[in-house]
Structure formats: C-alpha cells, structure tokens
C-alpha cells in the first residue's frame, strides 16, 4: 500500500531493527518503546485492522502467533511472561492502519489499561 508507514518498513524503504523476517511475516523493534521489550509482529500482507481478518488470509495470523512464541522464548521472555496486544480501530488505539501485534515483556505489566 502507497503511503503505508509499516509497508515501507517491509521494504526497506524506512529502517527498522528487524528481529526476524520470513516470506510472509517481519518483526521490528517498537521505535517508542512501552516495556523493556517491544517488538512489533506484523505480516508482509497489508491487511488494514483486526476487522479486516477473513477466512483467505487467516493462516498468518496463526503463523504470527507462532512467531511470537518463537520470539518471546529467543528474548527470555518465556518464564516470566509477557503481553501480546493488537490494538484496534480508533477506541482500540490503533495509529497504523496495518494490522500489528506488540509483544511487550520485561516488566510487571499492570491490568485494566488505560
Ligand atoms: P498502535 O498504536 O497502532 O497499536 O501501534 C503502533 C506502534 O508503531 C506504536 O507503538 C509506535 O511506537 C510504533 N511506530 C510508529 N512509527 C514507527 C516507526 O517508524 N518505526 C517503528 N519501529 N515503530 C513505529
Ligand atoms: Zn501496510
């Protein structure tokens, strides 16, 4: 998509810290970290929001997932635990429009956000 900010970090056209990259699915370091650790999972497709799911692009959601456990085991984040958040349209909190998933961890999260 044109003017997609995380397409262009799927492309190379804007830097990223890239934890891990396959055929259909990147992980980047989160620019404006929440945790001690924040990565970002997203998928090459540009699906727009949690809305937009459907039953023909469905696999990578569950390959992403797969991916974050992979991940979360690799930054030692496994014993004690983490936080997976998709944020969703604008009550969600959602500031790109291509369907993301923060891994967050490091740190005590604290329960009902804000
Ligand atoms: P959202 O608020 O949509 O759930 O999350 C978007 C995330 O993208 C935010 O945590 C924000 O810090 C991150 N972000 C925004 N622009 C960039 C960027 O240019 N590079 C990286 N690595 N992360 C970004
Ligand atoms: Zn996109």
Redesign the pocket.
Known sequence: ?GD?L??KI?DKEIPSEILYEDDSVIAFKDVNPQAPIHILVIPKE?IESARDIDKDNCHVIGHIFAVIRDLAKELGLDEDGYRVVNNCGKHGGQTVS?IHFHILGGRQLSWPPG
């Open positions: 998509m997609c995380f397409c799927i540009h291509h």
